[in-house]
């Protein structure tokens, strides 16, 4: 067995555990654990002789890890309780508040009783004015409350422990004290970002303003609502999520042009690397940006060197260091289950297409972008059903017709901002362009969704169907390998 299969059974191994501990939820003694781990010792030293028996004794170390990584984490939310009590104190405003149309979403931190070197992470709802940004330095006094899950088969108070958000804020009352109390760089970046926002907004109007947005710096929040809608209907949501789909885009820009400037492809590839950093960088850093960073960052890297149908051991490991640092991600992030899944998708099922159906059929590479799109949707399509309930029958047909223009948007959208920044006559020659491209996209997903027969709704899809359908999918990718390398060898 190579040391590639070994790293990929460890991984996975790994992410069993969590997987495991993830849906079992109950509290298991440490010694339970101990027993194990010398239960596969002692088997490791009988048959020492035997080199499959060490590739099991570590596989079934890293599942035991992975569950116990996972309990304990759960263990620590469990054991945390300060529901029912008032807090009355200072707090500062650690995330850039969030503007819901009806009230504003505050991340605070409070300290933790009477140890100050610790802090618990609160959600504050509150009125739209005055505004509060992040590092302000507020007066808070408010009583703690544990998340209550609002609709059914949506763990909220989970969704927010991910985030290591226990609690929420009541009868609150704020004070701001001080401004400007957060990290200097961070508040910095978050300042840039919001800038960038302004600038579309003066050039272009809404919802075309709201969609660039989304575009270039990710999220709908800017789109009416009713636009969220048609966007859900066709399966377009993914084009204004931080998405390893727009990360992709971007690598690619930043590698053309450093190629275009002289540089080695290699050294354009570190460039198009520190790109992706740096745009992350500015749009704040949240969690499902770096998430869509290393994704984007290892398609990339596997397209580029021609190894994309080689490159499982690099998108699971990744999997494996994001669930070490939290584990809580593999059950209670969407996002993370979405990017996760669409760029194993694309890794196993796309080069099947791309070699028997698109290279011999190549029209003006509507089927690659289609290709792509289907590798993607069938391996998230049972965790679109369980959380969203609608399955979009238009979605194919609206990514032909949209996905071919949103590179060239983000580019004339990008330069449009820099000029309205730096050099403002020139901004509205790019901002009629790029606005023209977002009216078409727009209309063409409105009309789409206005479809009777765009979407159709799936009320109650069971885990165990979903279960069902991944085990059908590795079945079909073993068989499809099979063959390929049955008539690779007849060759």
Not at 355 to 363: D, Q, T, Y
Request: net charge positive.
């Amino acid at each position: 067995m190579t040391k590639s299969k070994i790293f990929l059974i460890l991984s996975l191994s790994f992410i069993g555990g969590i997987f495991l501990a993830s849906f079992y939820q109950k509290a298991i003694a440490d010694y339970y654990f101990l027993l194990a781990i010398a239960f596969l010792l002692i088997f490791l030293v009988v048959f020492y002789k035997n080199k499959k028996v060490y590739i099991t004794t570590f596989a079934g170390l890293f599942f035991i890890f992975g569950f116990w990584l996972t309990g304990a984490k759960l263990s620590k939310i469990s054991a945390t309780n300060y529901t029912g009590q008032t807090f009355s104190g200072q707090a500062l405003i650690v995330k850039e508040p969030e503007n819901s149309g009806k009230y504003q979403k505050i991340i605070a931190e409070i300290p933790l009783g009477s140890e100050v070197s610790k802090f618990l992470k609160v959600l504050i709802n509150t009125n739209l004015y005055p505004e509060y940004r992040y590092g302000d330095e507020i007066n808070l006094k408010c009583t703690l409350e544990t998340p209550k899950n609002f609709a059914e088969g949506f763990d909220y108070r989970m969704y927010l422990a991910k985030d290591r958000i226990y609690y929420i804020c009541s009868g609150v009352k704020i004070e701001l004290l001080n401004r400007d109390k957060g990290n200097n760089f961070y508040a910095a970046v978050i300042k840039l970002k919001n800038k960038f926002g302004g600038a579309m907004a003066e050039m272009i109007p809404l919802p075309e303003a709201g969609l660039l947005e989304g575009l270039l710096l990710g999220g709908d929040a800017k789109l009416p609502k009713s636009v969220q809608d048609n966007f859900s209907r066709t399966g377009m949501t993914h084009i204004v999520a931080v998405s390893g789909y727009n990360v992709t885009i971007i690598a690619e820009y930043l590698m053309l042009a450093l190629i275009f400037l002289g540089f080695w492809r290699q050294q354009a590839f570190w460039g198009a690397i520190l790109g992706i950093f740096l745009f992350i960088l500015m749009i704040g850093f949240p969690s499902s940006a770096v998430r869509a960073g290393v994704m984007g960052g290892l398609l990339i890297w596997a397209m580029k060197s021609g190894r994309l149908a080689n490159s499982q051991n690099a998108i699971v490991a990744s999997a494996a260091v994001m669930l070490l640092i939290n584990p809580l991600l593999l059950r209670w992030d969407i996002g993370f289950q979405l990017s996760f899944l669409a760029t194993l998708g694309i890794v196993y099922l796309y080069p099947f297409l791309e070699r028997h159906l698109i290279k011999k059929n190549k029209v003006f590479g509507i089927l690659e972008l289609l290709g792509l799109t289907i590798s993607a949707q069938i391996f998230v399509l049972p965790i679109i059903l369980i959380n969203f309930g609608k399955l979009s029958l238009i979605s194919p047909l609206a990514n032909i017709l949209v996905l071919p223009i949103i590179p060239l948007t983000m580019l004339l959208g990008f330069f449009a901002v820099i000029l309205k920044l730096l050099i403002p006559p020139l901004a509205p020659v790019f901002s009629w362009l790029v606005f023209l491209l977002l009216k078409y996209e727009v209309e063409a997903i409105n009309f789409l969704a206005g479809l009777n027969w765009s979407s159709v709704e799936i009320k109650s899809f069971a885990w165990y169907w979903a279960i069902v359908w991944y085990i059908l999918l590795i079945r079909i990718m073993f068989m499809l390998r099979k063959r390929e390398k049955f008539y690779a060898e007849k060759e």
